[in-house]
């Protein structure tokens, strides 16, 4: 189906964009002064949620041409995906990550819902779990010298190194709570292979990674919230900078290639006996070797950092080791509840 | 008035004692009333947006919004800690918007206690309201996923389902596997989901001296067990309700490492390389049993 109903061709179109960008540089009446363009940077530090998310959707891990993309989709995230996974489409495959695992995560994040004390400890981190959803009034005129000074008052916000942390599901496994998972299956790239049924788990969480944020949390909260005694708790939710490693071209060893930043969920569920008695469920780098047997909420999203990688364009220097702050605060509001 | 004055009160003041409009309070209090003259039955509510997120106690912070005078004391728990981030953000928006309103973290001195998955082990007193947030409201749920029939299931105390899926529990497993949100009938009509306390904890709601508000803000729901009220957990006569043994692998009682009590309600706490220590949930029981030696 088409716009056959919409006629004039070129002129349609041109007249089209010409009023979108005028929109888009602010137009509201005649003569008014529109003000200053936004800044990429901009985009990408002070809408970093929105990056992110675009990010995810866009399957490309690409702060700088995502916040292009949110800056010409007028801040529409389905838009701006749509224009990063166009411009994915076409970028050479350099190569193949191995699976990596969450314990070699700078977190800057942990907390668990399942035990109200962890080994290591819980850290809240940069979470919107608890803030007061209060409009913050002094941000109608903020003051740029105090906008300044927040950013510089920070240290680091890596917390602490994973490896001091045991996985929390570990306990339960070691108790014999938790049903064994197989050895990681290899990546799929759901843009270059054929979708063939059944759908391998690494495709089905390829998906699920790159589904609109929207519709994911939906099919989270309809599995969790129907009918039955379904209600996945958090053993443990895990943020933090994930170096990726690549093999290398000649040697083909593996080399840090840079880190991104990532979210770790592990959901434990009782599930239909017929499935497994419990069930641990993962959603992560969707080259990481987590169990994710049964079908629970899948709750939490990565950004796919294992065969995406491209080469760095202009101006994006450290477009592998800036930050990706995943939708953590999400996550979590909607496995706490009991 | 442009919409940008209007902004521009301080942002953190509450225009009004409790957040709450006085049409939410007036259905509030009213659903209240309803539930507390129909115990157990589940009163449909708005159930306002509020500044935290669903799924954080906002079915039981509205109650105690709506209900909160300033002579009041309260106290707030989560999983039997006053210090949980919850308990602490619940406690802050709570006061901030109720100026006036004192806390506590004793049991004894609180008039309202807003709890998530525990009722205090120290004996409640009348003068006491206990304010319950609720994840799932209905019992039913679990057996029926229409709230429609379910509604219907209830108008004719057609529980047959439910005893159905506990016949079908012990089958399988021996004793009925509910660990917590354990249905209990109140008043002899009505069956209640308790909110995730856990079973030791529903033998307190029976012919209690206070008044139980369950308030679940996600699904709109309201419902009471009013004091000196028949709370009776379903089981068979064959095989009767237990709660919690805390027994180790020789039988014995497992005891606070803290205060050493073995009449409280324990958490595991997973210890790296040893055996987990077992300690009381409710904090405030077990630094009461020690004289309270922080003066907390």
């Known amino acids: 189906m088409g716009y056959v109903a919409v006629r004039g061709g070129e002129a349609a179109i041109a007249e089209a964009i010409r009023s979108l ?15 200053d363009p936004l800044s990429v940077d901009a985009i990408r530090h002070q809408l970093r949620l929105l990056v992110d998310r675009v990010m995810g959707e866009g ?21 701006a995906a749509f224009i990063l996974r166009a411009h994915r489409s076409n970028l050479p495959r350099l190569g193949e990550s191995a699976a990596h695992s969450g314990s070699q995560l700078r977190l800057i994040r942990r907390v668990s819902s399942a035990f109200k004390e962890i080994p290591g400890g819980q850290r809240l981190g940069p979470s919107t779990d608890y803030l007061q959803r209060l409009f913050r009034l002094d941000l109608l005129d903020e003051d740029p010298e105090a906008f300044r000074a927040a950013a510089r008052s920070f240290g680091s916000e890596v917390v602490a190194q994973a490896e001091d942390f ?30 063939a049924f059944p759908i391998p788990r690494p495709a089905r969480l390829a998906h699920l990674t790159r589904g609109e944020t929207g519709g994911v949390l939906t099919m989270a909260y309809t599995t969790m919230r129907g009918y039955g005694y379904l209600h996945p708790t ?105 | ?28 209090r009213r659903g209240m009333l309803k539930a507390l003259a129909i115990p157990g039955y589940q009163v449909p509510y708005a159930s306002r947006e509020m500044p935290i997120a669903r799924g954080f106690g906002t079915g039981g912070m509205q109650l105690t919004l709506a209900l909160a005078v300033p002579q009041d004391r309260l106290k707030v728990i989560d999983q039997g800690a006053d210090d949980s981030v919850n308990a602490v953000n619940l406690r802050r928006f709570i006061t901030a918007s109720c100026p006036g309103l004192a806390t506590t973290t004793r049991t004894a001195e609180a008039t ?9 082990e120290r004996q409640l007193a009348p003068g006491q309201m206990m304010i319950y947030q609720v994840p799932y409201p209905d019992p039913l749920q679990i057996v029926e996923p229409s709230e429609a029939k379910r509604r219907r299931c209830h108008a004719h105390g057609d529980y047959a389902r439910l005893w159905v899926k506990l016949y079908e529990d012990v089958v399988r497993f021996r004793e009925v596997s509910i660990s917590n949100r354990y249905p209990a009938r109140v008043a002899g009509r009505y069956i209640i989901d308790p909110s995730p306390i856990p079973r030791w904890d529903l033998p307190k709601l029976h012919c209690s001296p206070v008044a139980h508000l369950f308030g679940a803000g996600r699904e709109k729901k309201l419902y009471a067990v009013p004091p000196f009220t028949e709370v009776v957990p379903l089981a068979f006569d064959d095989i009767p309700f237990a709660v919690e043994g805390f027994r180790a692998t020789d039988c ?21 390389g040893a055996p987990p220590r077992w ?14 030696p922080d003066g907390a």
Request: aromatic share 4%; proline share 9%.
């Open chain 2, 279 to 292: 300690l009381c949930n409710d904090q405030d029981r077990c630094a009461e049993r020690q004289g309270y």
């Open chain 1, 21 to 35: 960008d005028a929109l888009r540089a602010g137009a509201t009446e005649p003569g008014a002064d529109p003000g």
């Open chain 2, 1 to 28: 008035m442009s919409p940008a004055s209007s902004l521009q009160r301080p942002a953190s003041s509450c225009d009004r004692f409790g957040f709450l409009d006085d049409f939410a309070v007036r259905e509030m």
């Open chain 1, 59 to 79: 399957g490309l891990y690409d702060p700088q041409l995502a916040a292009l993309a949110i800056k010409q989709a007028h801040g529409d995230p389905l838009e």
């Open chain 1, 166 to 195: 045991p996985k929390v599901v570990e306990g339960l496994r070691v108790q014999g709570l938790l049903q064994e998972v197989g050895a990681p299956q290899p990546a799929v790239d759901i843009t270059r292979a054929p979708v």
């Open chain 2, 112 to 120: 309202l206690i807003q709890t998530r998955h525990r009722v205090p």
């Open chain 2, 252 to 272: 014995s009682r497992h005891a606070c490492a803290t205060c050493g009590a073995t009449d409280t309600f324990l958490d595991e706490i997973p210890q790296v």
């Open chain 1, 234 to 338: 958090v053993a443990e939710l895990r943020v933090g900078y994930l170096p990726v490693r690549l093999p290398h071209p000649l040697t083909g060893e593996p080399v840090e290639a840079g880190e991104v930043l990532v979210t770790e969920c592990e959901i434990v569920a009782t599930h239909r006996a017929s499935c497994s008695a419990t069930a641990a469920a993962s959603a992560t780098t969707r080259s990481r070797p987590s169990p994710w047997r049964c079908a629970t909420a899948p709750c939490s999203r990565g950004m796919s950092a294992g065969r995406a990688i491209r080469p760095r364009i202009p101006n994006s220097s450290s477009a592998m080791s800036m930050a990706s702050r995943r939708w953590a605060s999400a996550a979590t509001t909607s496995c706490r509840t009991t």
